[in-house]
């Protein structure tokens, strides 16, 4: 006699859990939820995840995976102006959608909640890369943390509701992409040769 088939799966555990976190937060991600969610009583999902605090990192680990996915989709050309600005546009659209699963990547959570750091570092490679086709390499890091920050805290505000002042945000927003841009290549040192 096999062993009984299992009911459910990794995947489908943390897609649940994701889903609860998007309409509730992190507090309501509970074993007992997911267990719910995906048809089976909360002790079939230790077969999966070991406790709460994997599966809490399993979902963060998963914003990490879908958000590296979504900004290598969106910058698939040679022109590092168009890399740029198809990520920060695609990073906007992924942090609107996802906003308590892109929270868990800056949230205080235990050491075993949370993503492995060099997965979250790795998301930035490419943006450096870019900084570094349009300014040069010395002070690519820089530019690209610059960049990096001003679209984190853009998509912070519009998160937390900031901008009071009315205004169209998507305007805004390519506008600030087009002002970083212009600064990024204001910098630009000469090649060496």
């Known amino acids: 006699m096999s062993p009984a088939r299992s009911r459910t799966s990794r995947d489908a555990i943390v897609t649940a859990a994701r889903e609860i976190l ?11 939820r997911v267990a719910a969610r995906v048809g089976v ?8 995840v070991a ?7 399993a979902v963060a680990v998963s914003v990490v995976d879908d958000l590296a996915v979504i900004m290598a989709r969106a910058a698939p050309t040679d022109d590092p102006a168009a890399a740029l600005r198809a990520t920060a546009i695609a ?7 996802n906003p308590n699963g892109y929270g868990l990547l800056f949230a205080p959570l235990a050491a075993e909640m949370q993503p492995d750091n060099a997965a979250i570092a790795d998301l930035g490679r490419p943006i450096v890369a870019a900084v570094a086709a349009l300014s ?11 960049f990096v920050a001003w679209a984190h805290g853009a998509v912070s505000m519009e998160l937390a ?3 009071r002042l009315g205004g ?11 002002m970083i841009l212009a600064g990024i290549t204001a910098r630009a040192t000469p090649a060496s040769g």
Do not use: C, Q, W
Not at 168 to 178: H, K, Q, S, T
């Open 22 to 32: 998007e309409a509730d937060g992190l507090d309501a991600v509970l074993m007992e």
């Open 41 to 48: 009583r909360a002790p079939s999902l230790y077969k999966h």
């Open 168 to 178: 169209d945000l998507d305007v805004a927003y390519a506008e600030g992409i087009e």
């Open 136 to 146: 040069g390499e010395d002070g690519a890091l820089e530019r690209a943390r610059t």
């Open 51 to 57: 406790n709460r605090a994997a599966l809490i990192r």
């Open 91 to 97: 990073y906007r659209a992924f942090v609107l959608a």
């Open 161 to 163: 509701s900031g901008f």
